[in-house]
Structures are given as structure tokens and as C-alpha cells.
């Protein structure tokens, strides 16, 4: 398939790069190398991953309503000023 693209300096000189390395690649293969590269790097690129993150039982307060803040600081503060 052929397109225009615009790059950045930054990757036009990885392309470069890729060039001089790659021992004699076309400017279009290396472009197509590195793009696979980040593409495919790590065998997770594309695939989110859930993040599970444990959980804590803190214990239950029955006099504290975790919906009302002005509540928990004023436990922890004492009476705020109005």
C-alpha cells in the first residue's frame, strides 16, 4: 500500500539509522522494521493488560459514613470552622 506520511526529525533519524544498520534496507523496509518493531515489541503491544491491584480490609466503623468527609475530618481535626 502506498501513503504519505509526515515524520518528525526524531524518527526520520531512526529511520536512518535503521538504514545504515540494516545493511543496505530501503528507506520504505526499514520505515516497515521499525514499525513492526514497536509494534510487536514485548509480545504485549496492542493488548491491555487488566491491572489487579489487592485489596485491604481497614475494618468496619459504624459511626463513620465514608460518603460524608466533612464528617472523617472533623473526627481526625476536630469541629471545623464555618
Same mark, same amino acid.
Given at each position: 500500500?502506498r501513503?504519505?506520511?509526515t515524520?518528525?526529525?526524531?524518527v526520520?533519524?531512526?529511520?536512518?539509522?535503521?538504514?545504515?544498520?540494516? @545493511? +543496505?534496507?530501503?528507506?520504505?523496509?526499514?520505515v516497515?522494521e #521499525?514499525?513492526?518493531?514497536?509494534?510487536? !515489541? @514485548? +509480545?504485549?503491544a496492542?493488548k491491555?493488560?487488566?491491572?489487579? #491491584?489487592?485489596?485491604?480490609?481497614?475494618? !468496619?466503623?459504624?459511626?463513620?459514613?465514608?460518603?460524608?468527609p466533612?464528617? #472523617?475530618?472533623?473526627?481526625?481535626?476536630?469541629?471545623?470552622?464555618?
Amino acid at each position: 500500500m502506498r501513503t504519505t506520511v509526515t515524520l518528525e526529525d526524531d524518527v526520520y533519524d531512526a529511520v536512518k539509522d535503521e538504514m545504515k544498520q540494516g @545493511g +543496505g534496507k530501503t528507506f520504505k523496509q526499514s520505515v516497515n522494521e #521499525l514499525i513492526r518493531r514497536g509494534r510487536y !515489541a @514485548g +509480545g504485549t503491544a496492542g493488548k491491555k493488560k487488566k491491572l489487579r #491491584l489487592p485489596t485491604y480490609d481497614m475494618g !468496619a466503623n459504624e459511626h463513620l459514613d465514608l460518603d460524608k468527609p466533612r464528617q #472523617l475530618i472533623e473526627q481526625l481535626e476536630g469541629p471545623l470552622h464555618r
